[in-house]
């Protein structure tokens, strides 16, 4: 798998701040592109960003807000509740022009805290990336020495 040598690499147990982590099947290029982080290799690209917790919303609030704003055309939605933390994820068949292969899968996940949330997307060309970006998201969790 070639990656860009122009570009930080980084894999398996990866800390995305202070208090967020998540696991990498494999190595991947990492930048920051308006404010987020991309991690990417051929064939699988990750966006993510980390928001604070907005003032007196609790983590069920925070969930039915981004529900009132996601992609009425989502699919394969789940919430999951474990803890103190709640997990929404679902996908979106894309398609674009511009982009080889031009029809492909997003998987958006959000992974939130009462601290904040870790907002992550894959875009994934086949199969076999689907299935690496679904791993990766599922495996965002708090920093075990993280800040609560």
Do not use: C, H
Request: charged share 25%; net charge negative.
């Amino acid at each position: 798998m070639n990656l860009n040598p122009d570009f930080p690499v980084v894999e398996g147990l990866f800390r995305l701040t202070r208090e967020w982590e998540l696991e990498l099947p494999g190595r991947f290029n990492r930048r920051m592109e308006e404010g987020s982080m991309v991690l990417w290799r051929p064939g699988l690209t990750f966006w993510i960003a980390v928001w604070g917790r907005e003032a007196g919303k609790t983590p069920e609030e925070t969930l039915a807000w981004l529900l009132e704003y996601a992609s009425p055309d989502r699919i394969d939605e789940k919430v999951d509740r474990a803890g103190d933390l709640v997990r929404l994820t679902y996908r979106l068949q894309e398609q674009d022009p511009e982009r080889n292969p031009a029809e492909y899968t997003s998987i958006s996940g959000y992974v939130i805290a009462p601290s904040g949330f870790v907002q992550i997307t894959a875009y994934a060309d086949d199969v076999a990336a689907t299935s690496a970006g679904e791993q990766v998201i599922a495996s965002v969790r708090r920093y075990a020495g993280g800040a609560r």
